[in-house]
């Protein structure tokens, strides 16, 4: 009949079995989040260097902190809903252009996202037009009713309306996702240029 088994035995099993970490995985492991951390700095800071902060870095690990850096700046390109996320994005291309070797490729790819970006601001001025007139005649009705019975005239701004916010930011998360797909695209295209 089998014995059954200490949780310390078992452990000492699953330890026995465990796989061996290659070196360069470990190193990737240290490496990446340093880049990660470097290119945080970047987009906060304007005047940081990036490039010279790599070079701190031994040579044979250069390659790990500069993949940390391309992750980071590349999860940061987002739809622009607003100027602050414009202006993130055009720092993290900004330092994408630093840390790739091919540079032509990049700046067509670059090129591409402005355009990207240039048209998802117009589509989302647009679209808050339209949503904002759509919402102001969902409004019409109660409004006119509300006069009927007071006998006064309202000016009635949508934007303050409870349930405006909530409803715009569907629509947005709409649009985002639409914008989300070729930009994520455009960011496997710069995650692929050495």
């Given amino acids: 009949m089998d014995r059954i088994k200490s949780a310390y035995e078992m452990a ?15 190193d990737r492991m240290e490496y990446e989040p340093l880049g ?5 700095i970047f ?3 304007k005047d940081f260097d990036m490039m010279v902060e790599v070079a701190k870095y031994p040579q044979q690990f250069q390659g790990y902190v500069l993949e940390g850096i391309q992750k980071t700046l590349l999860s940061n390109l ?8 414009l202006e993130d994005n055009l720092r993290a291309m900004q330092g994408l252009l630093l ?21 998802y601001e117009q589509a989302l001025t647009q679209t808050y037009s339209q949503f904002k007139q759509q919402f102001t005649e969902k409004l019409s009705p109660s409004i006119r009713a509300m006069e009927k019975r007071t006998g006064q005239k309202f000016k009635i701004d949508p934007e303050k309306q409870p349930g405006f916010r909530d409803e ?3 629509v947005v998360s709409r649009l ?3 914008y989300e797909q070729v930009l994520d695209e455009q960011k496997e295209k710069l995650r692929n240029i050495k």
């Avoid at 000492?12 to 470990?26: D, H, N, S, T």
């Avoid at 790739?100 to 990207?116: H, I, R, T, Y």
Wanted: glycine share 2%; proline share 5%.
């Fill in 176 to 178: 985002n996702l639409q």
């Fill in 99 to 119: 840390v790739k070797k091919d540079k032509d490729a990049v700046k067509e790819v670059l090129g591409q996202l402005e355009n990207l970006f240039q048209y």
């Fill in 43 to 45: 987009l906060r800071e």
């Fill in 12 to 26: 000492l099993e699953r330890f026995k079995q465990r796989k061996e970490v290659p070196q360069a995985e470990m």
């Fill in 168 to 170: 715009w930011n569907k």
């Fill in 78 to 85: 987002l739809p622009p809903i607003d100027k602050n996320t």
């Fill in 36 to 40: 990660k951390s470097v290119a945080a």
